[in-house]
Nanobody, 124 residues
Framework: VQLQASGGGLVQPGGSLRLSCAAS????????MGWFRQAPGKEREFVAS????????NYADFVKGRFTITRDNAQNTVYLRMTSLKPEDTAVYYC??????????????????WGQGTLVTVSS
């Protein structure tokens, strides 16, 4: 499977963006998916994950109430809606597939098929 993240850009503090993660090569409908981010000089960190059906989600504490992960299995795509953005949200955002079907997992080592990522810059 190949993943392509898109939708990043420059946004002012308090603004919103919606990221997309389009999968190709095979269906992701049976796989939990995750969003991660990596800021300059920092390690990649978990942002959110979603189970295969899309009915259950898991969020890092620092995005709860601000970000929403969803998926459209018919479109083979996962989304991350980001609101109330802060400068500290600036990072490259990546999507990935969970290796063993456990959407509670938060370590990058538990995911694969990392794409190129999409850059989100929050600045005035």
């Amino acid at each position: 499977v190949q993943l392509q993240a898109s939708g990043g850009g420059l946004v002012q503090p308090g603004g919103s963006l919606r990221l997309s993660c389009a999968a190709s090569g095979r269906t992701i409908a049976r796989s939990p998916m995750g969003w991660f981010r990596q800021a300059p000089g920092k390690e990649r960190e978990f942002v959110a994950s979603i189970n295969a059906s899309g009915h259950r989600t898991n969020y890092a504490d620092f995005v709860k109430g601000r970000f929403t992960i969803t998926r459209d299995n018919a479109q083979n795509t996962v989304y991350l809606r980001m609101t109330s953005l802060k400068p500290e949200d600036t990072a490259v955002y990546y999507c990935a597939v969970n290796k063993i079907g456990n959407f509670y997992q938060r370590s990058p080592d538990d995911y694969y098929a990392w794409g190129q990522g999409t850059l989100v810059t929050v600045s005035s």
